[in-house]
């Protein structure tokens, strides 16, 4: 009979070999797992960054329209400003052209003398300040869009519809046109061109005959024509 010394238990030998290779396991096998983990971290920052890019492009685009926005506004905003300010003052000017009128009248008939030439220059350098243009003037061509004609005749030496006389002249402030200028036209005379174009013909017609009388004296120079 086998007696056991109590309080010790016999452990099989465990080489040194095999506690290494079952580190080295374990440490790749660590591995192994923390390398997926990586791997899924990346991908989810670059789908965080592309939806970053995402929403800074649609915030960029967003701000370039809104700027386009505010330069169209301020254009318009401007634009009408400058509408108003004209409208308004065409609405005031076109009361002072009677007067205006009446000081023209004047200075042609030599009456703008003393105190009323002062008065007078003052109020026409105060209307050219607003903006105040006079336009209309003997010989240019006859424009329906500016020019109201309230005469009309026929004289041999214009070649279109002209103004010959200025009964009144015409106001603008800038493009718009307050009153246009109220003149007398004259047209072409009626025929004045077919007779023009026939004395033309018969000019060339007698340069023509003076031509064929210095060849028929030519030939009887020479003997006369030869004969085919």
């Given at each position: 009979m086998t007696e056991e010394t109590p309080g010790f238990d016999e452990k099989p030998d465990v080489p040194s070999d095999a506690a290494s290779e079952d580190a080295a396991q374990a440490e790749s096998a660590d591995k192994a797992g923390s390398a997926p983990a990586g791997d899924v971290q990346d991908v989810a920052l670059q789908a965080q960054l592309d939806q970053v890019r995402t929403a800074l492009n649609e915030r960029t685009t967003d701000l370039q329209r809104l700027q386009a926005e505010y330069q169209n506004y301020r254009r318009r905003v401007e634009r009408d400003r400058v509408t108003v300010k004209e409208v308004a003052a065409a609405n005031l000017?076109?009361?002072?052209?009677?007067?205006?009128?009446?000081?023209?009248?004047a200075r042609d008939h030599s009456e703008l003398v003393g105190g009323f030439k002062s008065v007078a220059e003052s109020l026409e350098t105060v209307v050219a300040k607003l903006g105040l243009q006079q336009f209309g003037k003997e010989g240019e061509p006859f424009d329906p869009t500016i020019h109201e004609a309230l005469m009309h005749s026929y004289a041999p030496d214009v070649t279109e519809t002209t103004c010959v006389a200025i009964l009144q002249p015409g106001y603008r402030i800038g493009e718009r046109t307050i009153r246009p200028a109220r003149v007398a036209v004259a047209e072409p005379q009626p025929g004045a061109q077919g007779a023009k174009s026939s004395s033309e013909e018969e000019a060339k017609g007698a340069k023509g005959g003076k031509g064929a009388k210095g060849a028929k004296a030519a030939d009887k120079e020479n003997g006369g024509p030869e004969k085919g």
């Open positions: 000017l076109s009361e002072v052209l009677p007067v205006l009128d009446d000081i023209g009248r």
